[in-house]
């Protein structure tokens, strides 16, 4: 029994003690027996040996251990201010909630961020805005070795697994997409009938475990993998690398969760905790890697194939830059996680320290493949806390094709940030295998919600566009984004980073790429 369970119990049997005996005995005893009931409580704490505050404060210690329990949620609801909550604040965490039910967004009486703060960040408005287009543009993944492209939409469900999933979330993330049109990654957890059912387009993300096209001693499986990449519904194949919140470890699926139907998707044992090595088997060099995702796209018939990373060492991604300039074959698209990315479950060292945020991540892929000449074939995603029109925004200025949304998602799909994804007990039934948990997100309601985030952000998207002047990612520029850099200074991102030109590393590596560029070998991940 846990020590909360325990002062409950005790709790219990104090009042039921009291109640028992206000209508058998004497007045005194009805006193007697709630004190009786806490003094064994306070005999217990002071005999345990594993909490010091108790053995010093019986009773009154527990206190303290009930508070802690419910320090998430008094900090959430009652404490923190509308613009200052992490992972996501307040205010976004509303305008999502708002645009999936279709209610209004807007807010009052202006702004209550400190635009004077350094590190605020703001879009440049042009004084000739441009009308909104009806149509939301499209973003063709799809190089020249790709025989089927795929026209990817401006925001897309990013990658979530079944099993860190439940059952009706998957179905409900995946009937969004099908309803709206946009493409829903599957994560590195397998191929699951609930991704299938609703109709929606996938992009089936293969990780380490290789989940779904496996061997039984771990190895990547072609024939299976062949055969279900085939499936009309899988429209592109990503490899994963790494993700944003933990890069460099992999997976953990407790066993718990690992019920039969998760086993048979997964190819993995019943009931036992499965983890995904932190490297793949399939390549060992830059130049395999680019090999094998070239195999990946011949094995699914032609269909636009790429990997995902967060990015670490610039040295080792222009190594796979070179690497595809050697072997004349590129990925289709390729996806950039943030350190500021979500997981189910990562070490709090990593979540907090290892890894490159979005921003940087995308300008060191973005400005990797134009300074090598390969821009034009490979298209990037983004993927990190992309929740509003404004997010998507600022990710294409910074060298975004698309983005990608998770959390924003799971808060459409009815998420409250609990932040219990790893224990099996989300409160809403998003991150569970509990059937009677599950069963409380209501597919039909909740798929519509979806739908309508996506068509909204991508809506508000295109709106702050117009009021730029632009009316296609495509004229975004990086004098678009400013920053605050001090009460009295702003720069813009294209006075603050460096943008390269098409092939400038053919031709003249820059001062501040050079050591990089001449380091990098296509046959060595050199750090």
């Known amino acids: 029994m846990t020590r909360i369970g325990l002062v409950f119990l005790t709790l219990l049997v104090a009042l039921a003690a009291g109640a028992a005996a206000t209508a058998t005995s004497p007045w005194w005893w009805s006193a007697a027996a709630p004190l009786l009931a806490l003094g064994l409580l306070g005999a217990w704490d002071l005999t345990q040996r594993r909490h010091s505050v108790l053995r010093n404060y019986p009773v009154l210690g527990h206190a303290r251990f009930l508070l802690e329990k419910i320090r998430p949620e008094l900090q959430q609801y009652f404490v923190e201010r509308n613009f200052d909550g992490r992972p996501f604040d307040r205010d976004t965490r509303t305008i999502v909630y708002e645009r999936a039910k279709g209610t209004d967004a807007e807010q009052p009486y202006g702004t209550e961020r400190d635009v004077y703060r350094p590190g605020y960040e703001f879009l440049v408005p042009s004084m000739a805005p441009c009308p909104v287009p009806e149509t939301a543009p499209r973003v063709r993944i799809g190089g020249p070795d790709c025989d089927r492209p795929y026209d990817m939409a401006l925001l897309n469900v990013s990658a979530m697994s079944f099993g860190s999933l439940s059952a009706n979330a998957i179905l409900t993330l995946n009937g969004g997409a099908a309803a709206g049109g946009f493409a829903h990654d599957t994560g590195e957890g397998g191929l699951s009938e609930y991704h299938l059912r609703p109709g929606g387009d996938l992009v089936w993300e293969i990780g380490t475990g290789y989940f779904g096209c496996r061997t039984d001693d771990g190895d990547f499986d072609p024939a299976e993998f062949a055969d279900k990449a085939a499936h009309e519904h899988v429209k592109c194949v990503s490899l994963k690398l790494s993700q944003g ?90 996806v950039v996680d943030g350190a500021e990315g979500g997981t189910g479950a990562a070490p709090l060292e990593f979540a907090d320290h290892v890894g490159t945020p979005l921003t940087e991540g995308l300008l060191t ?104 002047g632009v009316t296609d990612p495509a004229q975004l520029r990086p004098h678009m984004l400013r920053r605050r850099i001090d009460p009295r200074t702003e720069r813009s991102f294209e006075e603050l980073y460096e943008w390269l030109a098409p092939g400038q590393l053919l031709a003249e590596p820059p001062v501040s790429w050079a050591a990089d560029w001449n380091a990098a070998d296509p046959d060595h991940f050199t750090v």
Do not use: W
């Open 365 to 468: 892929v973005h400005n990797a493949l134009v300074g090598a000449g390969l821009r034009d074939r490979v298209r990037i995603g983004a993927s990190g806390k992309i929740a509003t029109g404004t997010d998507l925004v600022k990710r294409m200025v910074q060298g975004a094709d698309y983005g990608n949304a998770a959390r924003a998602m799971m808060f459409a799909v009815g998420c409250i940030q609990a932040q219990r994804c790893h224990t099996n007990t989300c409160p809403t039934g998003v991150t569970t295998q509990d059937p009677r948990r599950a069963r409380a997100l209501h597919v039909g309601d909740k798929t519509l919600r979806v739908r309508r985030l996506q068509e909204a952000t991508v809506a508000s998207a295109l709106q702050i566009m117009a009021s730029m």
């Open 245 to 334: 919140a933990k890069p460099g470890i992999g997976g953990v699926l407790p066993g718990a969760k690992v019920n039969a139907e998760i086993a048979r998707v997964r190819d993995v044992p019943e009931g036992r905790t499965v983890i995904s090595p932190p490297y793949h088997r399939v390549f060992s060099t830059p130049r395999e890697l680019v090999r094998f995702v070239a195999g990946m796209r011949e094995l699914s018939g032609g269909k636009p194939t790429g990997f995902k990373l967060c990015v670490g060492s610039r040295r080792q991604f222009l190594a796979v830059c070179k690497a595809m300039l050697a072997e004349g074959t590129a990925p289709d698209f390729i």
